[in-house]
């Protein structure tokens, strides 16, 4: 079984820097891409940023030069390094990955439980 575990989210002020992190526990199992959703009070999902096995990205525009996407080599956790933060970037990030265990034929998405990011001076 694989769980995704974030972490990172707090208070900060506008124009400030914040770096989540995205643990992805267990063993046996292949990443196909990781990614970060964000959802703000009142508002759908929307997808923040994904990083592929192939090192494609793709962010969304609001974010694009204020956000950065990573992994580490065994593609097992995942980083949003967030700057020049805005109070629209408030909301609760939650990490996305596309999983494959060892022994299945396909992958599954999986999904953290969120961290909470608030902007505001």
């Known amino acids: 079984q694989v769980q995704l575990v974030e972490s990172g989210g707090d208070l900060v002020q506008p124009g400030g820097s914040l770096k989540l992190s995205c643990v992805a526990s267990?063993?046996?199992?292949?990443?196909?891409?990781m990614a970060w959703y964000r959802q703000a009070p009142g508002k759908q999902r929307e997808l923040v940023a994904r990083?592929?096995?192939?090192?494609?990205?793709n962010y969304a525009d609001s974010v694009k030069g204020r956000f950065t996407i990573s992994t580490d080599n065994p593609k097992t956790t995942a980083y949003l390094q967030m700057n020049n933060l805005k109070p629209e970037d408030t909301a609760v990030y939650t990490c996305?990955?596309?999983?494959?265990?060892?022994?299945?034929?396909?992958?599954?998405?999986?999904w953290g439980e969120g961290t909470l990011v608030t902007v505001s001076s």
């Open positions: 996305n990955a596309h999983i494959r265990i060892l022994g299945e034929v396909a992958g599954t998405d999986y």
């Open positions: 990083l592929t096995r192939g090192r494609d990205t």
């Open positions: 267990g063993s046996g199992f292949t990443t196909y891409y």
